[in-house]
Structures are given as C-alpha cells and as structure tokens.
C-alpha cells in the first residue's frame, strides 16, 4: 500500500469567516494556524500547502485572560544597534489591533517558506466589514 500524496492541481481551497469577538486569543489563533495549514483536511500533507483561507473580522474585540493586557510584552528590533523595541498588548491594541492575532497566529506556523505562505492566506480586519464577499467564505464557529 502506497502512501497517499496531495496532488497540488487537485487541492481546493476554500474560504472561511471567523468572527473573533469574545474568542480567547491562543485557542482561536490555534485553530486558525491548524485550517492554514490544511490539518482540518483527509488530503494534509506536511510539505505542501493543503489549507484554506482564513478571514478573521472583529479582531479587536479577541480576548486575553489573565492581566496579560498590561503583562504580555511585544518585542520588535529595528536592525540597529540597541533598538529593540517592546510594547505591551494594550498598546498594540489601541495603535495596531491586527497585530496581535497575526503574531499569535504566526508563533504557531513552521519557520519556514511554507510558514510564509500559510500567513498570506490569512486576512484580518476590525470591524464586521470585509473586502472578501466575492469568494463566498462559509462562516466558521470555534
């Protein structure tokens, strides 16, 4: 018995809609991270791109547990000496709400150029509104 290998012309893509209000942020971006990289599907295979697209709305509304609002720290270098920068989530909150899923969800790809691509298909936005009505996505509970 031969083991089974996706065929990249027969892989299909669908597009899903996550609404992130009141969804704590590890297990949604867990969930996210596993459809991107096609471990929902029977076709998964480890080096190839299996997965669907993911459109999250509401991002700003994700929750964090805990005192992580004024604890959990971001780090950013800016590529010279001495400039690291560090913020803490509330702040990424009020200037950039996005950013905290996209990193949450990134930390749980591979570090790879397979992991680069998984990211591209994510699309995250505040608010309910998205430019992404075209390609039908099927909404999705967690």
Request: glycine share 8%; charged share 30%; no cysteine.
């Amino acid at each position: 018995m031969a083991t089974f290998l996706a065929e990249v012309e027969k892989i299909e893509r669908k597009w899903y809609v996550i609404d992130a209000a009141d969804q704590t942020l590890g297990r949604l971006a867990s969930r996210i991270a596993s459809i991107l990289m096609g471990k929902t599907k029977a076709i998964y295979t480890p080096f190839l791109d299996t997965g669907d697209f993911v459109v999250v709305v509401n991002a700003e509304k994700v929750r964090l547990t805990g005192k992580k609002w004024d604890q959990k720290t971001y780090y950013h270098h800016t590529g010279y000496p001495g400039g690291v920068k560090k913020a803490v989530a509330k702040e990424i909150a009020e200037k950039n709400p996005e950013r905290i899923l996209e990193s949450a969800v990134k930390g749980m790809l591979p570090k790879n150029k397979l992991g680069d691509r998984f990211l591209r298909k994510l699309k995250i936005y505040t608010g309910q509104e998205h430019p992404h009505q075209a390609q039908k996505p099927e909404p999705l509970t967690l």
